[in-house]
């Protein structure tokens, strides 16, 4: 298996590896193919310490409620899974918490999220020593297996192909306490998790590092259009305008910071004159190229070659 998604023994002893998302969707898959008998997120999850979580875990185990242990697990999931975005929504008498997920096919798949919130209710579970029973389980996409495992993992009714993929539970129910907490030890480890967030790159959802590699090569005298790229990434106009809302961002976004840092590297080159550089970007003549370029730097072209082609 570890041939199949391109790892090695030496990757899964490494604390600190994030395996990609990619791989991760391909894992599923051969979960799913290979162990047909065995609702795969649920057994996953069953066998899963809060431990394994490495960092983000330890928090989690050393929170003095089920509470706290929630809010560090929201605030430093991207440590352990940096495309994972769980919220929580707080009411009067529910807290829904709410899994999100940058990669929008793994919403899709489903199984990484009944993984996800079945693996946060047995860390629930553990840390407090005691069975839990969520007010409500829902989850977005279409069931895969007989409803009644789910209804037995989660000890509570579970609804699929629901607006949202969500844990709801009593509010009393997070106020338990932790059995195992150490508030020093928690304060070492949560100054160590601060520095690591701080220093984690920002994550971006993959189209939009599809969208920007297609253009980085599409810059060569014909205008790049909306149209032209969702061709090539084999989806309609909508579709691409829609993930791209979704992550964020717009076309003409990713497209003028791909103009941007294209136009600066061109200029640096001992060949680069602006003429030839409006052309390679796209523009439909060079007025437009100059206005642009004099909008994100303040220079004209020639004046920032000037300045900088020695750099």
């Given amino acids: 298996m570890l041939s199949v998604l391109e790892l090695s023994p030496g990757d899964l ?5 994030i395996v990609p998302g990619e791989l991760m969707i391909r894992l599923w898959a051969l979960f799913t193919k290979r162990l047909p008998n065995c609702v795969v997120p649920l057994d996953l999850a069953g066998a899963f310490s809060p431990r394994e979580l490495g960092l983000v875990g330890h928090l989690m185990w050393h929170s003095g409620t089920l ?3 929630l809010r560090r697990f929201v605030r430093y999931q991207t440590i352990a899974a940096p495309h994972l975005a769980l919220t929580v929504e707080h009411g009067p008498h529910v807290t829904a918490i709410v899994y999100r997920h940058h990669i929008t096919f793994v919403h899709q798949l489903g199984l990484p999220v009944e993984f996800g919130l079945a693996m946060l209710q047995r860390q629930f579970e553990r840390l407090c020593g005691t069975p839990l029973a969520p007010r409500e389980v829902t989850f977005s996409h279409a069931a895969r297996y007989p409803v009644s495992p789910y209804e037995a993992f989660f000890r ?5 192909e629901q607006p949202r993929d969500a844990l709801l539970f009593d509010n009393d129910v997070l106020d338990g306490s932790i059995r195992e907490s150490d508030p020093g030890l928690l304060r070492y480890l949560e100054a160590h998790a601060t520095r690591l967030l701080a220093a984690l790159p920002p994550v971006e959802a993959p189209i939009v590092n599809q969208v920007r590699r297609l253009l980085s090569v599409q810059l060569d005298g014909e205008p790049p259009t909306l149209a032209t790229v969702a061709r090539r990434l084999a989806m309609s106009t909508r579709t691409l305008h ?5 992550a964020g961002t717009s ?3 990713v497209l003028t910071e791909v103009r941007y840092t294209s136009a600066l590297r061109l200029l640096r080159e001992e060949t680069g004159n602006p003429t030839d ?10 007025p437009s190229f100059y206005r642009a370029f004099k909008r994100w730097t303040g220079q004209t072209p020639q004046q920032w070659r000037t300045a900088n082609r020695a750099l």
């Fill in 13 to 17: 002893a490494e604390p600190d590896l």
């Fill in 67 to 69: 509470r706290e242990a």
């Fill in 156 to 160: 509570t009714g579970v609804r699929f």
């Fill in 242 to 246: 829609r993930r791209l809302a979704a």
């Fill in 251 to 253: 076309f003409q976004s």
């Fill in 277 to 286: 550089v409006a052309f390679m970007l796209g523009y439909a003549d060079l």
